[in-house]
């Protein structure tokens, strides 16, 4: 099997010292961070999805897993990340209240740092008053906001409301993503902007700043 292949075997099997020894095996003979990030860590975790849906795995497996793949994205982080990128913005993401999937958001924040931004992450579960405390507090150019579930999607409006609510909506731009949303939920709630994976997210972010 190839380096990615036993990478995605790894992460399947949340063995976290072997994900950093293939990381580090890999780099040595020059597979790039990013073919390790798609066709091992994420093609490992996409398999493990399929099987946990079909209740062929359970939740402790994924955790396990999903422990492995942030270990082993913390890894490639410096090669995936541009050295001496200057930030040219400032970013507060969040997966939002309900909701504890984090390893999307992670990797928008990544390449969100990749492109240049500083990011504030307030992490899992978070709720709207702590989104719109850090608008006010951090004054930050993009609101990020992740959501994975259907059942939390809707939690995206709610946060967009509150920012309003408060009026800082105007203050910043508000982007919204995750598995279940699309760029029809995102003109539907009235956020600005929708990507559908990490590395456009932070597109989309650069071109707010442009503008
Ligand atoms: Co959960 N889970 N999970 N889970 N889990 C899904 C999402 C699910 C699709 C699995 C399935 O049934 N097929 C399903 C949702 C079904 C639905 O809502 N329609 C599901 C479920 C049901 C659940 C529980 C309810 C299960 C239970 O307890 N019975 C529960 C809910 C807990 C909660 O949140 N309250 C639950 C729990 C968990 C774990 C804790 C075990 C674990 C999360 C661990 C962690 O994140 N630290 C977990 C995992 C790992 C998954 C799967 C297997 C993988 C998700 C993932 O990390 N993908 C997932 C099935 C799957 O997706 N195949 C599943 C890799 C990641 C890189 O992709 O997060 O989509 P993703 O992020 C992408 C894009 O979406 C985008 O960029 C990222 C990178 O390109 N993106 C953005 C994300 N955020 C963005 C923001 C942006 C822009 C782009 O701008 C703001």
Same mark, same amino acid.
């Given at each position: 099997?190839?380096?990615?292949?036993?990478? +995605?075997?790894?992460?399947?099997?949340? /063995?976290?010292?072997?994900?950093?020894?293939?990381?580090?095996?890999?780099?040595?003979?020059?597979? +790039?961070?990013?073919?390790?990030?798609?066709?091992?860590?994420?093609?490992?975790?996409?398999?493990?999805?399929? *099987?946990? $849906?079909?209740?062929?795995?359970?939740?402790?497996?994924?955790?396990? !897993?999903?422990?492995?793949?942030? $270990?082993?994205?913390?890894?490639?982080?410096? $090669?995936?990340?541009?050295?001496?990128?200057?930030? *040219?913005?400032?970013?507060?993401?969040?997966?939002?209240?309900?909701?504890?999937?984090?390893?999307?958001?992670?990797?928008? $924040?990544?390449?969100?740092?990749?492109?240049?931004?500083?990011?504030?992450?307030?992490?899992?579960?978070?709720?709207?008053?702590?989104?719109?405390?850090?608008?006010?507090? /951090?004054?930050?150019?993009?609101?990020?906001? +992740?959501?994975?579930?259907?059942?939390?999607?809707?939690?995206?409006? +709610?946060?967009?409301?509150?920012? !309003?609510?408060?009026?800082?909506?105007?203050?910043?731009?508000?982007?919204?993503?995750?598995?279940?949303?699309?760029?029809?939920?995102?003109?539907?709630?009235?956020?600005?902007?929708?990507?559908?994976?990490?590395?456009?997210?932070?597109?989309? !972010?650069?071109?707010?700043? !442009?503008?």
């Amino acid at each position: 099997m190839s380096i990615v292949e036993n990478l +995605s075997e790894a992460v399947q099997k949340g /063995r976290i010292k072997d994900v950093l020894a293939l990381i580090e095996e890999g780099l040595g003979e020059g597979v +790039s961070a990013q073919e390790m990030l798609d066709d091992g860590l994420l093609r490992g975790m996409s398999l493990l999805g399929a *099987r946990f $849906k079909n209740n062929e795995v359970f939740v402790p497996e994924v955790l396990i !897993a999903a422990r492995a793949l942030n $270990k082993g994205t913390e890894a490639l982080k410096p $090669k995936l990340i541009e050295a001496g990128v200057q930030a *040219r913005g400032l970013a507060v993401i969040g997966t939002v209240k309900g909701d504890l999937h984090d390893i999307g958001k992670n990797l928008v $924040k990544l390449m969100m740092e990749g492109a240049g931004f500083e990011v504030v992450d307030l992490g899992v579960d978070v709720s709207d008053d702590a989104f719109v405390a850090a608008v006010a507090e /951090r004054k930050p150019d993009v609101l990020l906001l +992740s959501a994975l579930l259907t059942t939390t999607m809707r939690q995206q409006e +709610s946060v967009i409301k509150a920012v !309003a609510a408060a009026g800082l909506r105007d203050k910043v731009k508000i982007m919204v993503g995750g598995a279940p949303i699309t760029q029809g939920f995102c003109a539907e709630i009235g956020a600005d902007g929708y990507a559908p994976d990490a590395a456009s997210a932070a597109e989309v !972010a650069a071109t707010f700043l !442009a503008a």
